[in-house]
């Protein structure tokens, strides 16, 4: 099934959560791509911080603030290491992805009144490029940034396989798009979209490609400076670090003119009642105390993945997607909503089963130990695309094995049962 | 009931009402209709209500969702209709306490033996998520009926 | 020294770090006013969250997102009643102080672009008045407010001990004062503003007022019914919670009216590729998956405060300033920046030493074992109001002993030695 | 040294520049001025150079800040008046390098002896918060040496 260097029975070991019951039965977590559980060496990270180091960082010449600063910077190396970022200055912690990319939207509407900032401002005319699959934190941003400057919102859309439609992209991104905005894998259709003809066209039209690799990033290699991207956005709790870390990624030399988003302690170069200055990116970005613990947290868990080998990690997924929708396809009345085949595809796989809807599916598998989600996973749109109210949705990670995968079909055969 | 648990939410009485609703059928001839919806799941139910003499004389429903709200609304039909509103909504009140117990709620024996079919809901208070669902048709029905004594006071 | 009940030696072992030595000498930490330290409690609550609980909120019918959306929103529940807050609504998590403070300023900028927001409405000849004794993060969202609308910023002066000029009050907040933000507890100065006063004025002519309890919520019982203010901000990290997550209050006819900050998963009602509908407050404004475990941590925090008591906290701080006051004034050379009477002032202490930088105090306190920060403290017209590039500040919490305001004194008079 | 610890950041060599600052003028005849602040902490130095054959015939500045900031200043003009500006930009280079070391550099003898008292500093590539204030003096030489060759090519 797996790359032989990959163990899975070791790498559950290293999950304590993972030895829990639900309803009397053996956990079976098939909802990574909602959140991920958490490697003991991520717990540990945070212990330690909290009981050995704590302190604010940057603003203190004490031991204490010392150390807590250099093992914060020390999660930013490891960060940009991990998405081969070209200087630690390109990552920027915020609290989750969708703080990323509103930091984003937010940057350019306040270019409007910026001075020198005149490269990012839009409007009236300017258009702003999204896909019909985008997660909701990837989409509304770029709403609300049209209704604040007065540029119009378009999408790209998808077809009956869960694919973009190749032939609207010349059309949607063109001399009047700014920017284009689009998931990396899909976590509604576990989607994964050709990064490279986007960014192509979106760069011929002199438009900001901008990322959402919030379900990437976590399952298989990124490299920012290969993808050719300009911005990028994903987000800790999803790939086994804690809850409360995110981070912006973005090419120095446009960071380095982006406005300032949140404004406050640590972001400034100097504070006068008449007027300020800002800092150099990444505190540019960075405004308060920032999520410390967090972020050290995210840094044990970047090891971790990269222990292991985010390739290893991607063999072993793609091994897994294999395998659930072959097995899947078996069960009478499920239909995949999505790409039925493990090409160009992640390890989400939504799905509607006949007759049952997707709450009662769900939750009749949790009575069962196993973990799905049900809804329209945050990306409504897609839903509305396939005139469905909801999917099940099940998603896997490093720690899936499969026998969980079994697991599932045997317990959506139950649900057809129970509701026959 | 194919070997699910005692504890199951989903009770052969849930079921059922889910495979053969009560009441689903929209009136042709009534005081008041609401549309509610529940924007995080989208289940979304149609009701309309004919009330006579201060009572719920007809009522009637088409919905689409998970089978905890169709099959509460199901149940809910089936208790109020012939009722009168007063009684209707003291029921509805008893049904939302119910759901909003978190679990921990001990239904004496005279509440119980009033919400009828309605008690299998009970399991559904423990699941948060679930309760929205369970209570749709009798937010809706409130709705109505409120509604209706708007219309005329 | 402090109140009966108030047992400061059982409450430092509820701190691990507490028994860390630095550079061989026992951690004296008065730094508490830049981030406190976090009890057991608070740690295993995180640990137990991740290990046993962890999933996402909110968006899963499953056991353990059942588990873990009770356990946050049980937080909202503890945080409402520490301030008294009327209902669970009224409770926004963001990720720190200065998020909440930028949510509330560009929620009103927004408001020029949202239908319905009128009332939030500001734009040119319209006022907002902050005090120079604002930390940054207080003052520059503010500023760029005014950038962004084009309304006017002004500020409260203060007088040479730190307190605002009383007579200023009625002539900066006037009919063109929309709104009034400001600090409870200085973190500077440890100046404590009048409250009442000042609502009291804004509120005559018709001003929002926002209240940055940052400082004061850890060290004294907040009523925000009492005080009668409309919005308040504060951080978790500094109250004995984790890093990571913050508050926003705000009565809820109010939140109920403001247009949404940050957009994406959760804040939405319904999303549709045409325009997008928002949930009722706090979901509104909590965009993408929350700081879970954070606001778990947070939510221990509070329960460890209230199990001892606001009002013992503030006794024994109280006490702690009355102590430190007297002893800093036999420091020769040393001079105290802010109130010197512990009156109306909180356990934060600024100071001059006569010929040493406040750089070089505090590193030469580092090398005996007591954390104390020097700096502007991101309050840098405070430090240009008195004509001095930074001072050097002793902050004290729950945990703080006499015993470590001798071990200051005596420390300080050793830097006077070597500099002497 | 009043009884401070061997490892202490705060070397008499420190204090002594601190307390008696040299070439602490500002000259009267010059080539480029700069002026230098950090940010965070407020340090700041006003320095002149005077350029005479492709050497630092004479350089002075004013200063405000730690004992850090000032004696470093004090110390780097002892080194580099009477220089040719490619020695002074190699000392300059070396004393970064230690500086950026996070404490974990091992001067070789002979870099030793070119930075003289600088050396006193190494202490203070152990505190990042600090290496800011041990370099404005440092850059605000490299910064002033390089507006001369700028006006004279
Ligand atoms: C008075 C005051 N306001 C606001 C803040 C900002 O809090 P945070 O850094 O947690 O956003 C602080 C502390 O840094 C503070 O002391
Ligand atoms: C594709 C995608 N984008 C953005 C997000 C938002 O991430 P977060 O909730 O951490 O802000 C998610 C997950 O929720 C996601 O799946």
Redo the contacts with the bound molecule.
Sequence with gaps: MTSSAFDVEAIRKDFPILTREVHGRPLVYLDS??TSHKPRAVLDAIEDFYAAHNSNVARAVHTLGSEATTLFEASRDKVAAFINAASREEIVFT???????NLIAYSISNATTTPGAERFRIGPGDEIVVTEM??H??LVPWQLLAQRTGATFRWLPIDDDGRLVESSIDEIINERTKIVSF?H???ALGTVNPVARLVERAHAVGALVVL?A??SVPHMPVDVQALGIDLM?F????MYGPTGV?VLWGRYDLLAEMPPFLAGGEMIETVDMAGTTYALPPHRFEAGTPMIAEAIGLGAAVDYLTAIGMDAVHDHEQALTAYALEAMATVPGLRIIGPDQPVDRGATISFALKGVHPHDVSQLLDEQGIAVRAGH???RPVCVRYGIAATTRASFGIYTTTAEIDALVAGVARVSEVFA | MSGLSMESMYQEIILDHYKHPHHRVLLEDFDAEVHHVNPTCGDEVTLRVQVRDGAIAALGWQGEGCSISQASTSVMSDLVVGKDIASALALQELFLGLMQSKGSAHLGDEDADALEDAVAFEGVAKYPARVKCALLGWMAMKGAVAQTEGARP
């Design positions: 791509a909602n609290k989750n992805s969708s703080e990323a990319l985008e997660h934190s990837n998931v894998q899909s976590n959402d919030s379900q956005a987000t800790g709790h999803k995110g996973h945050c990306a």
